[in-house]
Each structure stands twice: as C-alpha cells, then as structure tokens.
C-alpha cells in the first residue's frame, strides 16, 4: 500500500531562514508521481510540484526547490529565506496512475510551517 | 489561468438532510475527483470519474455518497443523508489528459448540525 510520511507535524522559523520540509514514501509501483501542494490559512490547496519516479533531477524555482533522491524514498522541500507569506501546511502526496489514466493521490499528514516576521 | 470553481464555499446543513456539493472543473478536462478534509487532519481521496462513471472509489465513498455529471460542466457530490462525521472540507480537481497535474478548487467547507 501507499503512505506518505511527514514527520514534521509543525515547523517554526523566522522571516529570511531556509527551512526544508521533509517527505518520505512507500511505494511498489515503479511508475510513481509525487506533488507538493500548500494550503494557506485560506483554506484553498495550491499545487507547487509534481515529478514523476524517472526524473530525479534536482528543481528550482525562485525561492522554492525539490531534492528527491529514490534511494531513500525522500522528496523533500526547501524553502530559502522564507517569508511570512510562507506561512501555510504544506502537503506531500504520492500517486500512482489508475486505470483509464486518472490519479488517486495519497497525502501526508501535512507540515505546518510558521515563518515568524 | 483556468481554475476549479466550487460552489457554495461553505454549506451547513442538519443531519439526515441531503446534501449537493457543486464544481465546475476546467472545461478541457477529462478526470474528475472528490476529496475530503476534516478539520486538521490530511486530505484524504474519495472517488474519482472519468468518462462518464466512477473509475475508482475509497471506502469512504458509501451507499450515502454519488456522484454526477449532469452536463458538459457540472460535477456534483451528493450527501444522501448527513451524518455529524460528514464535516470536512470537501475538495474538487480535474486533471486533463496523459497525466497532467490534478488542479484542486478552493473547497467547499460542509458543516453538519
């Protein structure tokens, strides 16, 4: 069965910190994708990420950047000089693709990040 | 940038009353999904549809749950008969061909009295 684990329940920093999120998998299926997507106090769910099982390449974008590394199951989150708009429960998922092409994501427990001003 | 609309964004209803959750997905979209949040914990799947009927579904998705898509837009989740556990934020997304990212709405908070 799938899991994703989050084991960071909540996470507390102050304006201009790096803070990285960590997400750990289980998976059998070879062909895997795995999503970031951050939930503001809002509410709303904001998809950042997805990267499928075969691209392990490293990815950037602005402040925001992705190692997954296969060998451990990890795909964890970084976030560099974080701001107080940062400030949300970031999601970890995983899918696996179902037939007819749709996915079924399975989601982490959620890190709260507080970036303190 | 096309979006997930989900109406009404917050629905309080009593128990053992009917509820329909509402969403449009983006319009080019092929797959549609249900997913449900309760009050701080994770998001958790529902059902997903594709084609015109259910391809998958959670145990969570009972008799007391259906889904529809009336037309070439709507998507719909129906609540037969509400239990007080039904509170959750209720989440719909769409994904377009060859495994594009699921897009999420902004939620429709359900509240059972």
């Known amino acids: 069965a799938q899991k994703v684990t989050q084991a960071q329940t909540e996470i507390s920093v102050v304006e201009k910190e790096d803070v990285t999120l960590d997400c750990v998998y289980e998976t059998r299926d070879t062909t895997y994708y795995l999503f970031w997507y951050k939930q503001p106090p809002s509410g709303e769910l904001v998809f950042l990420i997805r990267r499928n099982s075969f691209d392990e390449q490293n990815e950037i974008s602005g402040r925001y950047s992705w190692n997954f590394q296969k060998s451990t199951s990890s795909f964890n989150f970084t976030i560099t000089a974080s701001q107080v708009v940062d400030s949300a429960v970031y999601f970890c998922?995983?899918?696996?693709?179902?037939?007819?092409?749709?996915?079924?994501?399975?989601f982490g427990k959620g890190t709260k990040l507080t970036v303190n001003p | 940038e096309p979006e997930v609309t989900q109406t009404p964004s917050h629905q309080v209803t009593q128990m053992g009353q009917e509820v329909i959750l509402r969403c449009v997905p983006i319009?080019?979209?092929?797959?549609f999904y249900w997913y449900r949040q309760i009050l701080g914990q994770k998001v958790e799947f529902l059902v997903s549809f594709y084609n015109n009927e259910i391809s998958e579904k959670s145990e969570i998705f009972d008799d007391q749950f259906s889904v529809e898509r009336p037309d070439g837009s709507n998507f719909t989740l129906k609540i037969r008969s509400t239990k007080l556990e039904d509170s959750a934020m209720y989440f719909c997304?769409?994904?377009?061909?060859?495994?594009?990212?699921?897009?999420f709405g902004n939620g429709t908070r359900l509240t059972v009295t």
């Open positions: 319009s080019n979209h092929l797959y």
């Open positions: 998922a995983l899918s696996e693709a179902q037939r007819g092409g749709s996915e079924k994501l399975v």
């Open positions: 997304a769409s994904s377009g061909q060859g495994g594009s990212p699921l897009h």
